[in-house]
């Protein structure tokens, strides 16, 4: 039973966009859009960590990004609070050899049988982090290696607390999604391509502002019970996430920089005024960019650590 943890349309995740507003990225890739949020401008930052179909009570499983979980042998889902989200049987070996935790299950959502290769390369990375060469890729990139270093931690060998539904929370890796392990691994083996360039930037761009945001107290995602709207149909209700349209409502995950479009546009529609600082070209700025959020934040009201 996936959910949706945010934007209200994800569902255009590689369509780089050069604005703020409504489109899809993730640890998560593929989306189902969401009924509450509209497409207004900031809907969506970004979507790297899957977990973001509707978590429902019924129906099949081919949502988008959900994949054909029962085949993956999908066992259930640590839940920290009362609403477990799925409970299966296991029916086959999961893809990749990273141990699981104590219910089997080892990402926010076991990965979709077409992520299958790159669940096993996130495997061989938290097994071995050095499978990414962070100075092949900072020089390849012309990112900064502590960015680099920063990310690889945050993405790939850190459990997160992500918010999955109304009182439920699963620790748990960033589900693997396939085009953020083939752009790991063009970017440490050459130079890469205007497109994939823009891709990459606005990836690491959001991933290295999230963990700063994590670090700094705010949860990846906040539960609370107006953030999120039920739904019913025929075939299965549950829960959409609702986009916050308050700053207090703000999670690091919809704070930090679009993977989608770039930048920080969407920070309007939660009621932020944008920093007045761009990101630069290889990210050079990208700390001073951290620090004008934080002190929007604060201004805001916003306790930082």
Same mark, same amino acid.
């Not at 061989?124 to 060469?133: I, S, Y």
């Not at 009182?167 to 999604?177: I, K, S």
């Not at 990459?200 to 999120?228: N, Q, T």
């Given at each position: #039973?996936?959910?949706?943890?945010?934007?209200?349309?994800?569902? +255009?995740? &590689?369509?780089? %966009?050069?604005?703020?507003?409504? %489109?899809?990225?993730?640890?998560?890739? &593929?989306?189902?859009?969401?009924?509450?949020?509209?497409?207004?401008?900031?809907?969506?930052?970004?979507? /790297?960590?899957?977990?973001?179909? /509707?978590?429902?009570?019924?129906?099949?499983?081919? @949502?988008?990004?959900?994949? %054909?979980?029962?085949?993956?042998?999908?066992?259930?889902?640590?839940?920290?609070?009362?609403?477990?989200?799925? &409970?299966?049987?296991?029916?086959?070996? @999961?893809?990749?050899?990273?141990?699981? *935790? /104590?219910?089997?299950? *080892?990402?926010?959502?076991?990965?979709? @049988?077409?992520? +299958?290769?790159?669940? $096993?390369?996130?495997?061989?990375?938290?097994?071995?982090?050095?499978?990414?060469?962070?100075?092949?890729?900072?020089?390849?990139?012309?990112?900064?290696?502590?960015? =680099?270093?920063?990310?690889?931690?945050?993405?790939?060998?850190?459990?997160?607390?992500?918010?999955?539904?109304?009182?439920?929370?699963?620790?748990?890796?960033?589900?693997?999604?396939?085009?953020?392990?083939?752009?790991?691994? +063009?970017?440490?083996?050459?130079?890469?391509?205007?497109?994939?360039? #823009?891709?990459?930037?606005?990836?690491?761009?959001?991933?290295? #502002?999230?963990?700063?945001?994590?670090?700094?107290?705010?949860?990846?995602?906040?539960?609370?019970? &107006?953030?999120?709207?039920?739904?019913?149909?025929?075939?299965?209700?549950?829960?959409?996430?609702?986009?916050?349209?308050?700053?207090?409502?703000?999670?690091?995950?919809?704070? +930090?920089?679009?993977?989608? $479009?770039?930048?920080?546009?969407?920070?309007?529609?939660?009621?932020?005024?944008?920093?007045?600082?761009?990101?630069?070209?290889? =990210?050079?700025?990208?700390?001073?960019?951290?620090?004008?959020?934080?002190?929007?934040?604060?201004?805001?009201?916003? %306790?930082?650590?």
């Amino acid at each position: #039973m996936p959910v949706s943890k945010h934007s209200p349309d994800e569902s +255009a995740s &590689h369509t780089p %966009d050069a604005g703020g507003g409504s %489109d899809h990225t993730s640890g998560a890739g &593929h989306i189902t859009e969401a009924r509450s949020g509209g497409n207004g401008p900031g809907s969506d930052p970004s979507t /790297p960590h899957k977990g973001d179909s /509707p978590i429902g009570t019924g129906g099949s499983h081919d @949502l988008p990004g959900t994949g %054909d979980l029962d085949s993956l042998g999908h066992t259930g889902d640590d839940v920290v609070g009362h609403e477990s989200v799925r &409970h299966d049987s296991e029916t086959s070996p @999961l893809p990749g050899n990273s141990e699981a *935790r /104590p219910d089997g299950a *080892r990402y926010v959502e076991e990965p979709a @049988l077409e992520d +299958a290769q790159a669940a $096993r390369f996130y495997d061989e990375v938290r097994a071995n982090p050095d499978v990414l060469d962070i100075n092949a890729i900072s020089s390849n990139t012309g990112i900064n290696t502590q960015v =680099l270093d920063r990310v690889r931690s945050h993405f790939f060998l850190t459990k997160h607390l992500v918010t999955q539904g109304p009182d439920a929370t699963h620790l748990a890796y960033f589900t693997p999604r396939g085009d953020l392990a083939d752009i790991w691994q +063009a970017a440490g083996q050459r130079s890469l391509s205007p497109e994939e360039t #823009m891709k990459f930037e606005r990836y690491i761009a959001h991933e290295y #502002m999230e963990s700063h945001l994590i670090e700094a107290g705010v949860p990846y995602l906040r539960d609370e019970p &107006h953030l999120w709207e039920h739904f019913q149909n025929p075939d299965e209700s549950g829960y959409y996430r609702a986009w916050p349209r308050e700053p207090s409502d703000a999670g690091a995950h919809e704070l +930090a920089a679009s993977e989608n $479009r770039g930048g920080l546009n969407h920070l309007r529609s939660m009621g932020f005024d944008v920093p007045n600082v761009e990101l630069t070209p290889n =990210l050079s700025n990208i700390d001073e960019v951290v620090a004008a959020v934080f002190q929007e934040l604060r201004s805001k009201g916003i %306790d930082l650590k």
